[in-house]
């Protein structure tokens, strides 16, 4: 289930540094201990894969949460969300949709 709590057309509320000019995803669970089971991370990326598509912006920028040096969420989404599993299944997700020439990571940010 994916729910939008704010507008992608909207400045949000999710990171101080961020909110102008990214989106945050909500995944509902505590990943520092649990396991970011598999319906959640294909949801997760499939999401990730349709924002990117869409705007054509590169998998690899991709910040989590507890990257924004303003944050005070400095575990955010959790150890058990590993950064380049999401980055790599995004991309190649992205390659399976849309085949071609171009590698998605080749974009413009």
């Known amino acids: ?21 990214s989106w945050g995803l909500e995944k509902v669970g505590e990943y520092e201990e649990e396991a970011f089971g598999t319906k959640v991370r294909d949801n997760t990326v499939a999401a990730l894969a349709t924002l990117h598509a869409v705007l054509g912006r590169a998998p690899s920028a991709l910040c989590f949460h507890k990257e924004d040096p303003l944050t005070s969420h400095k575990k955010c989404p959790g150890r058990n969300v590993n950064k380049e599993d999401i980055i790599k299944r995004v991309q190649d997700n992205l390659l399976k949709r849309y085949s071609g020439e171009h590698n998605p990571d080749d974009s413009p940010e």
């Not at 289930?1 to 000019?21: D, V």
């Open 1 to 21: 289930m994916i729910w939008a709590f704010t507008p992608l057309t909207t400045s949000g509320r999710h990171s101080p540094s961020w909110n102008l000019i």
